[in-house]
């Protein structure tokens, strides 16, 4: 498969994930109190959000490369 087939494909999975997710979310463990033998943690969420219009320049990226390269061919 050519790299630019390879890539424009990548580009659109991409783009479609972010305009269906619109960001990524995990838990880490932080520990709140630390005295001694006792040890309290904590879990909390964190979300980075990814922007539509992300997602939108992943997809015209993707398009963009496919019809460049049916082009070519």
């Known amino acids: 498969m050519k790299p630019k087939i390879l890539l424009g494909v990548m580009l659109l999975v991409i ?3 972010a305009l269906a997710y619109q960001g990524i979310t995990y838990t880490t463990r932080e520990k709140a ?12 969420t964190r ?3 990814l922007s539509p219009v992300v997602g ?7 398009i963009a490369l496919l019809t ?3 082009r070519e061919a």
């Open 15 to 17: 783009g479609i994930a």
């Open 47 to 49: 979300s980075v959000p």
């Open 68 to 70: 460049i390269n049916a």
């Open 56 to 62: 939108v320049i992943a997809l015209i990226g993707g």
């Open 33 to 44: 109190v630390d005295i001694g033998p006792v040890q309290v943690t904590t879990e909390r």
